[in-house]
């Protein structure tokens, strides 16, 4: 076999793990966020000022990113014990602020002030870090996915089951929907609604030129490929284009407050279609039975029929978004929603069971029912860890006075509105510079653009099948280095490379 047949021969024919075990994995990226504000919070307790620009971003890379590059390598095989240990240093450091923080208010009178903080209601910081630690788990999956030390069960699936790669393609449309423009919008701001689906639509040709540009790419240098991903010309970027598309039309048409109708009946239409026709068999098989890729359609049909799953969790997402950004302006009424999306969040995973039951299990390739369930279940979870660490921190911070953590909430005085002087201790703006999160925030299409390419240059420049754990360790956190430095960079001059 020729170099390009073992590397998609690596990637294929996998069967995925367990959800609990994505789940705990998971776990890993809100605790990674926890540990580095509270280190963050200890060290301004102890040094009376923040933490000095060049530690400030080390401490970033090795907290908010390290951790998941040996999670998903390296640690793979105690997985489960990860978690437990992030959780108790988080645990101590936050035992080690309290005791000696100058408050000396009983515990109890803390908690109900702590309730009814007022936070930015036009700000929901939880939203900027999950939509950034999704783009920074799919850059590390896409180059981690060609090493060994990277786990099989990890990587895409062939056909049927969960691999924690699986869940991030559709993550990542979740994300791209929970500030869409049709949920940004405010209610004063209501426009002739066909006049912005032009707008929308137009809004797309960056990601179908990206699209064009990485099939030519792939194509002219024979870079390995794993067709029954998408097809043979299809791409991430087609799907995202056509989706978002696609949904705003169907936005145009439909009131947004109902967007989870729409994505409902597109899944159980969809599901109900694959089950009780040949399409099943043409996805799987294709039009002869023999998985040939004669014809467009044929060519690519994984990408083109999996656009129905993915537009119905675009369009479920769209409705989490319009949830999520509700003007809230107090810590009472966070808590209230929080338990809102865990409820969702148990009732979605208890339709998945009933759904791999009785209709059909997990499977990617067909974005089918139970994957949509899955992906908006395991999404509303990760969301919702978030929102947690985020709320842990904010108390932690009405402990020691004067602190702050950049891209977190920081509590205002009423009626202080948005980029007005913050309650003592937001110190925000000073923090800005040094956060990795709002650097790559800033700039996530490019971003995920520059880990593609340079996933291409290692994988065109080193042997990733047949590499030692140490050397895997060491590319890993060249690359991931290099790419967020890059974000850095362009945050610290304020640049924004956006041209459409």
Not at 4 to 27: D, P, Y
Not at 380 to 404: I, S
Request: aromatic share 10%; net charge positive; glycine share 6%.
């Amino acid at each position: 076999m020729s170099q390009r047949q073992l590397k998609e021969a690596f990637v294929s024919n996998l069967t995925g793990t367990g959800l609990l075990e994505i789940s705990l994995g998971m776990a890993v990226a809100p605790l990674c966020l926890l540990c580095r504000g509270l280190l963050l919070v200890l060290c301004q307790l102890r040094c009376g000022r923040p933490l000095a620009r060049p530690r400030g971003v080390l401490l970033d890379l090795a907290l908010l990113v390290s951790p998941l590059l040996f999670s998903c390598t390296v640690l793979a095989p105690v997985i489960y014990l990860v978690p437990t240990i992030l959780a108790a240093f988080c645990a101590g450091i936050f035992s080690k602020i309290y005791s000696q923080s100058c408050t000396r208010a009983p515990l109890r009178q803390m908690v109900e002030d702590f309730q009814e903080m007022r936070l930015d209601a036009d700000y929901v910081s939880a939203v900027t870090v999950f939509r950034v630690y999704i783009n920074v788990l799919t850059s590390i999956g896409i180059l981690a996915v060609d090493f060994p030390q990277f786990p099989r069960r990890y990587a895409k699936t062939e056909t049927y089951g969960t691999g924690a790669m699986d869940v991030g393609v559709g993550a990542f449309i979740f994300g791209n929907a929970l500030v869409c423009p049709e949920v940004r919008q405010r209610a004063c701001e209501v426009q002739p609604k066909f006049s912005s689906l032009a707008k929308q639509v137009f809004s797309i040709w960056p990601l179908v030129f990206l699209g064009v540009g990485r099939l030519l790419s792939v194509k002219s240098i024979e870079y390995h490929e794993h067709t029954s991903e998408y097809g043979v010309h299809w791409n991430f970027f087609f799907t995202l284009a056509l989706v978002r598309a696609a949904a705003s039309l169907l936005l145009a048409v439909f009131p947004k407050n109902k967007s989870w109708i729409v994505a409902v009946n597109l899944a159980v239409l969809y599901q109900l279609t694959l089950n009780t026709t040949s399409l099943k068999a043409f996805v799987l098989h294709g039009s002869d039975g023999r998985d040939t890729r004669a014809g467009f359609l044929n060519a690519n049909r994984e990408g083109l029929l999996s656009l129905f799953g993915y537009l119905a969790i675009y369009m479920a997402s769209v409705q989490v978004g319009l949830y999520v950004l509700q003007r809230r302006s107090t810590v009472r009424e966070w808590l209230r929603a929080l338990g809102v999306l865990l409820l969702a969040a148990l009732t979605l995973f208890t339709l998945l069971d009933c759904s791999q039951r009785w209709a059909d299990p997990v499977s990617r390739r067909m974005a089918n029912l139970s994957y949509c369930l899955w992906v908006v279940a395991h999404c509303l979870l990760l969301f919702a860890c978030f929102l947690v660490a985020d709320l842990v921190l904010l108390f932690t911070q009405l402990l020691v006075k004067g602190c702050a953590v950049p891209s977190c909430w920081s509590a205002v005085k009423p009626p202080v509105k948005r980029g007005a002087e913050a309650a003592p201790g937001s110190g925000a703006g000073e923090l800005q510079h040094l956060c990795l999160i709002a650097a790559i925030n800033k700039n996530q299409l490019l971003f995920f653009l520059l880990a593609n390419v340079m996933t291409g240059v290692v994988n065109l420049t080193i042997d990733t099948m047949h590499s030692e754990a140490a050397v895997t360790l060491c590319i890993l956190h060249l690359y991931m280095v290099f790419n967020c430095l890059v974000m850095y960079a362009l945050h610290a001059k304020n640049i924004v490379l956006k041209f459409w």
